[in-house]
């Protein structure tokens, strides 16, 4: 062996005294001449490699001298041309090497001197045609390979003298017509031509090769399948056709007996014909998939099928006798159809079923009869199907994807239970991407030997079997946004919830009532803070529906998670949340904006905007919230990712409502970015002097510690946002769901408690709804006059205690407020609004 060893030349006669050597490795070195005696002397040499050289031409004189050579190597070299007399000498040479050179031609002289060749590879070059008679002194020859190379043209009679050929590999070559020219190969017992040019099988195209046993044309424009092509091959147990599209009518079978492997993917089939059966009772494996079958015949006379694909049809119903009595069956894929009903004693008889896949149907319930031995199930894209499964369903059960995680509560109490890794076959490929024939060739790795192990799946699932703690993986899995026993987990959150569901429906509307029953004069800023609490109130009954959820399904919600998800009572309570949340923001940035506009227009033209004219705004801002509520209802964001039915980012969540969810926060953002620097441009004229534009100084407070609670509060929420999209920070679940349940409606509780509490407004509502209730009908306008100034009284005061108010007093005279301070010595002046 002297691979590998950068030898550049061999001189004459250096081997000659090994004669009884038998085998000689020159690959990879640098050789790219070989002298005429440089093998000399080594006439009991059978084996001779030299491939991954620098050869440009055969060594012919070279290769005189080796009368007992069997196998040459020749590969992966520079030859371009091959001379007439290469291989003369060489009478015992049974295996040849020349692939990956550079021939653009069959040495079809040189090869006239190989009589025992028994195996040649001429692939990986740059053939592109096969004439007439091209080996036809190549009786012996058994294997022929000349893939990869650009052959697209071959002789009628290209083929003629192999008398012994069984198999031949035209793959990958740019072939534009059937190779007719193999009529004449009657022994031929392997034939692939996939990868080219071919757009139409003629009719009888096999007729000369009764011997045939595999086939392989797949990935041809295939356009045309005469309906006798593959009529009596007796001995034929393959059959892969891929991608012909314009095929309509499955092809006539008869003679073809022995079949074991039919693949007919990507085609335009619409209907099995109902004797396919009969003609093919030794079938085994049956790919389908990709074609427009919409219904499906009786199997039963299929007595040896193992495998059944039948993925992305256009199949509406499984009957009882499609797979009755099918004993041997093992694995069916019916994924990406249209059922809607499967009969419910459809897989009774299948005692060998250990693999179904439904995945992505109509299916609203799933017959168990049968399904006992079970051990892969894929169930996920059927959103009808709500159904909860018990391990007693599936007591052999590995693998299990089901549509809704709760159907997982079953086979285990908590999340770290269930695994995510999915190990049905090659799960990383798309059911779109996934080449049938690739995947034919997975299931039976003993494909190439013509023999099929269908016992390795087996072999596999006797060793899980065997380990002392088998778990079943069950996908999607439950935890904190899908849980298994409570929507609450944690009675932390449950009273929590309860709380805010009780103050802010209380307070709220308490608010609501002091703002719009009482008879005191409802200014512009007013109207939005008591609009700002009806939003409030709507976060608390959304809040509530869920807390009325919770209690109702106590223990069980597993039950009720999947229908609770997708009905429309989830809907109506995430359209709550959206609609009120984003309601109270913009509503927010309404009053602040209300706010700096008046000090404006007092200063500059004597009156504020009108009241007409907020009430306008509200309605705009109303009308947006509305928008953003409505428009998941429209695929755009979803309301049931969850079963707190909220866009707000969950684990694992679909990347649309993620993206609708970040363009939501990112214009709250801007909602509160406008709000402060509204406010903080407000601070400034303030502190000028500028305060005999703001007849309100107190509901300007109000305004203020809003901003700021709503804004301080609203930062986890686009932090989790954020963290979410750009994963960023490993935040827990259970921290997700305390922020969504929590801290997200929390200001629903804290805006309606900062009017109640601190505002004068309110005492003077309260009060004069106290009195209009005792003094009704009892001087009526007089009253109201008293109670006006009481009230433009307590603003004033309010006013004293505005923030910064202690600076002004230490500067009065540069200020010029000397006019405001004397309006503090009469209690009795009424400030009127600047309305005009």
Known sequence: DLSMNNISRLHPSTLRHLRFLEELRLSGNQISRIPGEAFSGLYSLKILMLQNNQLSRIPAEALRDLPNLQSLRLDANLISVVPEKSFEGLLSLRHLWLDDNALTEIPVQALNHLPALQAMTLALNQIWHIPDYAFQNLSSLVVLHLHNNRIQSLGANGFDGLHSLETLDLNYNELLEFPGAIRTLGRLQELGFHNNNIKAIPENAFVGNPLLQTIHFYDNPIQFVGQSAFQYLPKLHTLSLNGATDIREFPDLKGTTSLEVLTLTRAGIHLLPRGMCQQLPSLRVLELSHNQIEDLPSFHRCQRLEELGLQHNRIHEIRADTFVQLMALRSIDLSWNYIQFIHPEAFVTLHSLTKLDLTDN???????????GLTHLKLQGNPALSEPFTKESFPKMRVLEVPYAYQCCAYGSCSSFFKLSNQWEAEDVSPEEEDPHKRTMELFPGHADNHYDLDADDLQLDLEESKLHPTIQCTPSPGP??????????????????????????????????????PSYLSPVKFIIGSI???????????????????????????????????????????????????????????????????????????????GKVKAAVFCCLLLSSVSAVL???????????????????????????????????????????????????????LKGEFSAVWDCAMVKHVAWLIFTNCLLYCPVAFLTFSSTLNLFLITPEVIKSVLLVVLPLPACLNPLLYLLFNPHFRDDLRLLRQKGQDKGSYPQSCGVDDMEKSSYDSTQALVSFSDIDHIFETPDSLAVHPILDSYSFPSMTLVPCQQ
Not at 362 to 372: E, S
Not at 581 to 600: D, G, K
Not at 658 to 666: D, K, N, Q, R
Request: hydrophobic residues 50%.
């Open 481 to 518: 946004f899908k849980p298994c026993d409570h929507l609450f987990e944690s009675w932390i959150i449950r009273l929590g919830v309860w709380v805010i569901v009780l103050v802010s429906v209380l307070c709220n509307g308490l608010v609501i009532l002091a703002v719009f029953a009482s």
């Open 533 to 611: 609490a009806g939003a409030n109130m709507l976060t608390g009954i959304y809040c509530s529906m869920l807390a009325l959820v919770d209690a109702l399904t106590y223990g069980q919600f597993a039950k009720y998670g999947a229908r609770w998800e997708t009905g429309a009572g989830c809907r109506v309570t995430g359209f709550l949340s959206v609609f009120a949340s984003e309601a109270a923001i913009f509503l927010l940035t309404l009053a602040a904006v209300q706010c700096s506009i008046s000090v404006s227009c007092v200063r500059g033209y004597g009156k504020s905007p009108s009241l």
């Open 362 to 372: 109509q299916l609203v319930t799933l017959p168990l009869d049968g399904l006992g």
């Open 632 to 686: 998941p209802l429209f695929s755009i964001g979803e309301y049931g990712a969850s079963p707190l039915c909220l866009l707000y980012p969950i684990p694992d969540g679909k990347a649309a409502t993620l993206g609708f969810t970040v363009a939501l926060v990112m214009t709250n953002m801007l909602c509160f970015l406008t709000i402060t620097g509204t406010y903080i441009r407000l601070y400034c004229n303030l």
